[in-house]
């Protein structure tokens, strides 16, 4: 089975990028989400590198190999939130959810 | 537009059953599986089960695989999530999504706003 690795935090200042890691997804499409406190968790990217209409154009994703990578440009004070990847496991049809990383706008 | 709207979440005693449900409305629902995730407090996101469109295929995580029943009445747009047995750490938020285009491995736009489970 599945075990995605992100790391618990990433701290970054106003209009900095942020890079979030997503390990083990062997190769996998991932999805990214965004959770802000008390709120639903909001897709961001999906299948890698998409964005759904209304997302800004500063979230980007990509993946390589074992590690996808959300990349946040020009960061603000309103992403701060829980960020956490995501991937299907068709061999036993689960959803699979990294740790989910923390983004601290400094 | 898309709306999901989850109930029946409360307090219940170590050992008891709860029955959540989420009603569904904006898109075409017997057409879509449907998912629940769920969320400790402070925790992050646990997938729990998933629900084909018709109901004839059902998969759950192993953590309450045996306890919990998923469900779904297409005649009345909802989906519902039978909890027996429950335990401690089930407390959580509670949520149904659906994935795009109702394909069960696709990504998810659309969440309900979750309903909180307390053992």
């Known amino acids: 089975s599945y075990v995605l690795t992100q790391p618990p935090s990433v701290s970054v200042a106003p209009g900095q990028t942020a890079t979030i890691p997503c390990g083990g997804n062997r190769g996998k499409s991932v999805h990214w989400y965004q959770q802000r406190p008390g709120q639903a968790p909001v897709l961001v990217v999906f299948?890698?590198?998409d964005r759904p209409s209304g997302i800004p154009e500063r979230f980007s994703g990509s993946n390589s190999g074992n590690t996808a990578t959300l990349t946040i440009s020009r960061v603000e004070a309103g992403d701060e939130a829980d960020y956490y990847c995501q991937v299907w496991d068709s061999s036993s049809d689960h959803w699979v959810f990294g740790g989910g990383t923390k983004l601290a706008v400094l | 537009q898309v709306r999901l709207v989850e109930s029946g979440g409360g307090v219940v005693q170590p050992g008891r059953s709860l029955r959540l449900s989420c009603a569904a409305s904006?898109?075409?629902?017997?057409?879509?599986?449907i998912h629940w995730v769920r969320q400790a407090p402070g925790k992050g996101l646990e997938w729990v089960s998933v629900i084909s469109y018709d109901g004839s295929d059902k998969y759950y995580a192993d953590s309450v695989k045996g306890r919990f029943t998923i469900s779904r009445d297409n005649s009345k747009n909802t989906l519902y999530l039978q909890m027996n047995s429950l335990r401690a750490e089930d407390t959580a938020i509670y949520y149904c999504?659906?994935?795009?285009?109702?394909?069960?491995?696709?990504?998810?736009?659309?969440w309900g706003q979750g309903t909180l489970v307390t053992v």
């Open positions: 299948d890698d590198i």
């Open positions: 904006g898109f075409r629902f017997s057409s879509h599986a």
């Open positions: 999504a659906s994935p795009i285009a109702g394909i069960a491995a696709a990504a998810i736009p659309y």
